[in-house]
């Protein structure tokens, strides 16, 4: 088996902690080769972990854009959502494999710009749909396509986001306005959108979408509330987001995604001088807080998709109704259920603990994308860009619908206005 190599461009979250470890566990497959990263602190970090030379460390994807020699095999694209177009564009036409961190865009037309690059330069471009490559959804997709509860009817998720995850993120974080970075269905919920497709197995032919930020806002604020937590909140005790609380608590977790001090002289540091450390009630955030989308399939099936930032715990539910049988399943739980209408019988299925983040998508995804960069490119594979194009302008379509009053958009004409005007 030939090790691949690989350029990181992007050491943050997803990129040094997600995909990253795979070379460390599986020396054997891959070699972070080469890392551009704007933090210094993070990039050294990159760079001894993966024993990278220094002529190889770069402080900017731009740095690499003008190389004209490849310096590995694979990029693996991690930055943040608004910069993905022109780092993945360019290293498709200097000859990369890429594995692009989702949402691809948060621009439709870029979207479909990156699929006919990745075709022109004959190129495997996967999207981090990691959800694909869970043993839980991997084994509901092998129930529908047996046959074993018939013909989908309908299908039902729920996105359970977890109160403290919709804050730290979507609140106080990089996704928290979609001008800077993407609509909240788009960025959070692509995933999801991507998984429904990829269980029933056809087109998506309309959606139409409803939701809103209903909490976090300004007006909501406890009175006499601060710009910053830390500044002595009359609410401290009652508020579950006041960041001084949670962060040195039980979100000292959360708070490595801010800094990279993890004492509490770090971590309070941070929280004077980031987001982190501001009221939520009391930012430019203008993502929505819970949505929903309806969507009706090729030959007649439905699905229904809530995403809700108030929830308990972090977690996706998922009901599919067929013909023959039904099938539930938790994704925090880690099993499905799955009972057949003419026997009454139910079969639970319980997985094994999975290793890595995103129930073990993060670790599968890697796993694939270099099997089929070592066998060729597949464009009917499970990594298909075209798929994930296709499933991006579900998300597209329900954020068009959310803001024009529901309307339902028909996915076939909305891409044909979007083709064109590529053309034009």
Request: net charge negative; proline share 3%; hydrophobic share 35%.
């Amino acid at each position: 088996m030939k090790r691949m190599t690989a350029l990181l461009i992007g050491a943050g979250d997803r990129g040094a902690r997600a995909y990253a470890p795979y070379a460390l566990d599986y020396p054997h497959e891959l070699k972070i080769a080469a890392v551009a990263e704007p933090n210094n602190e993070r990039r050294t970090k990159l760079q001894q972990l993966h024993n990278i030379p220094d002529e190889n460390c770069y402080e900017s994807w731009e740095e690499i854009s003008q190389l004209d020699k490849q310096i590995a095999d694979i990029a693996i694209i991690c930055t943040l959502d608004r910069n993905h177009f022109k780092v993945t564009m360019r290293a498709l036409e200097q000859g990369y494999h890429v594995l692009l961190e989702k949402p691809m865009s948060p621009d439709p037309f870029e979207c479909i710009l990156m699929e006919l690059q990745a075709k022109k330069y004959k190129r495997q471009l996967t999207i981090c749909h990691v959800l694909r490559y869970t043993d839980f959804w991997t084994a509901i997709k092998k129930v529908v396509s047996n046959g074993d509860i018939g013909e989908i009817v309908s299908l039902q998720l729920n996105e359970n986001v977890e109160i403290m995850h919709m804050s730290h993120s979507f609140v106080r974080g990089n996704w928290s306005n979609k001008e800077k970075s993407s609509p909240m269905i788009l960025q959070k919920s692509c995933h999801d959108m991507d998984i429904i497709s990829f269980v029933i197995g056809k087109a998506c032919k309309r959606v139409s979408s409803y939701g809103s930020l209903m909490h976090f806002k300004e007006e909501n604020a406890p009175e006499g509330a601060p710009l910053r937590c830390l500044e002595g909140c009359p609410a401290e005790l009652e508020c579950p987001f006041h960041a001084g609380k949670y962060y040195l608590g039980e979100g000292r977790g959360w708070a490595k995604k801010f800094t990279e001090d993890h004492t509490n002289e770090g971590i309070i540091k941070a929280l004077n001088s980031t987001s982190y450390g501001k009221c939520v009630y009391r930012l430019d955030n203008n993502v929505v807080d819970h949505q929903v989308v309806n969507m009706e399939f090729e030959g007649g099936a439905t699905a229904t998709f809530s995403m809700c930032g108030f929830t308990r715990e972090q977690t996706r539910i998922v009901q599919i109704m067929g013909t023959k049988g039904e099938i539930r399943g938790n994704m925090e739980e880690n099993k499905i259920s799955i009972f057949d209408f003419l026997t009454r019988q139910e079969t639970v299925i319980h997985f094994d603990q999975p290793v890595g983040g995103h129930g073990g998508g993060d670790r599968g995804i890697m796993r694939m994308f270099l099997q089929e960069v070592r066998e060729g490119s597949k464009q009917n594979s499970v990594s298909s860009v075209s798929a994930s194009v296709r499933s991006h302008l579900m998300a597209f379509a329900a954020e068009n619908s959310r803001l024009n009053e529901g309307q339902s958009i028909n996915i076939d004409e909305y891409y044909q206005s979007l083709a064109a005007g590529i053309q034009a």
